[in-house]
């Protein structure tokens, strides 16, 4: 592993370790208003929900590392204490980025990259029309992280009220994920979409204590076959199969037949073959046959 010691590494390369690595990081378009009621927009991904009662959003304004200056983003956000915090889809990111431009602060973003300014109900910022998801905020706090360049301030921002495109809400009241299209940014110049195979559901029950990995046999946790993601399945299954089941896998069950019948004893191809079975009962969706499969070379 690469030992990076902040400190012992330039600023520049420090922050694009961390960018890297904490990533893909969901991206705030952020719009406020200055002194003249200019308005301004700006994406910033050092973003995230902390809170949902009260509902809450934080950003963090960085000074930059080449001159050590503060961007109007946080000038406006404490001049009035009012932003709107809108999402990027992947039909806006190329407009997102025009907007990231650092130009002059008379000078308005939304003229420059093309996008809408729709009126907010409760802030005096704009919400831009394009995004499919706006929250108008009130800022209730400016934490100051440090005074040289790449040292942020977190905008702590309570949400007064959020907007939603209706042709992203789903018939089960909730926001389809394909649909908003949302992108990430990633390191450098890359970033994320969200779409097709990149978006998975992984459903893992918070309530019911599952068995845990240090519960399963070393056959199972020590194979050749089945990874980590695919023995965390497993392990997130309540019980152990019963005896009944397994013994009735080894006697109806075809496939399992034959790779029994390829042996006289337990061997480690055999218990290859049962993981190989484990595996594709998994990947159709059997978690259930997939330990009863594994637990067969235990039965032998
Ligand atoms: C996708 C993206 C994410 C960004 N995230 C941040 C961030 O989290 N913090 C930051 O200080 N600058 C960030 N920037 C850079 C600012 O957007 C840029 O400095 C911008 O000019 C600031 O505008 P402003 O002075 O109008 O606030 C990001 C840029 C892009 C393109």
Redesign the pocket.
């Known amino acids: 592993m690469r030992v990076i010691t902040p400190g012992e590494v330039e600023t520049k390369d420090l922050h694009q370790f961390i960018l890297g690595a904490v990533a893909p990081r969901p ?1 705030a378009f952020v719009s406020t208003i200055d002194e003249n009621n200019i308005p ?1 927009i ?6 995230n929900a902390f809170s949902s009662n009260p509902p809450v959003l934080v ?4 000074r930059r590392v080449a001159d050590n200056t503060t ?4 000038h406006n956000a404490k001049l009035n204490q009012e932003v709107v915090i809108n999402v990027v889809n992947f039909s806006i990111v190329r407009q ?2 025009l907007a ?3 130009y002059p602060a008379h000078i308005n ?1 939304f003229s420059k990259s093309g996008l809408t300014p729709i009126p907010s109900d409760l802030v005096k910022p704009f919400r831009i029309k394009e995004s499919p998801a706006h929250f108008e905020c009130k800022v209730s706090e400016i934490i100051t992280l440090g005074k040289h360049g790449g040292a942020g301030h977190l905008i702590v921002c309570n949400v007064l009220r959020m907007h939603i495109n209706e042709t992203i809400i789903d018939e089960n009241n909730r926001i389809n994920p394909h649909k908003i299209d949302l992108v990430g ?1 990633m390191g450098r110049s890359h970033y994320v979409r969200a779409q097709g195979n990149s978006i998975f559901d992984v459903y893992q029950s918070v309530m019911k204590p599952a068995l845990g990995f240090d519960q399963l046999p070393e056959h199972i946790l020590k194979s050749n076959i089945l990874t980590g993601n695919d023995i965390a399945q497993i392990a997130g299954l309540y019980e152990f199969p019963n005896n009944a089941a397994i013994e009735k896998l080894k006697t109806s069950d075809a496939r399992i037949m034959n790779i029994l019948k390829s042996s006289s004893h337990p061997d480690e191809n055999m218990r290859s073959a049962l993981h190989k079975e484990a595996k594709s009962a998994l990947d159709n969706g059997n978690v259930t046959k997939a330990f009863e499969i594994a637990m067969i070379y235990q039965s032998l």
Do not use: C, G, H, V
Request: glycine share 0%; charged share 15%.
């Open positions: 991206i301004n700006a994406p910033y991904s050092f973003f950003f963090s304004s960085n961007k109007d983003t946080l997102m980025a990231s431009i650092s973003e940014r």
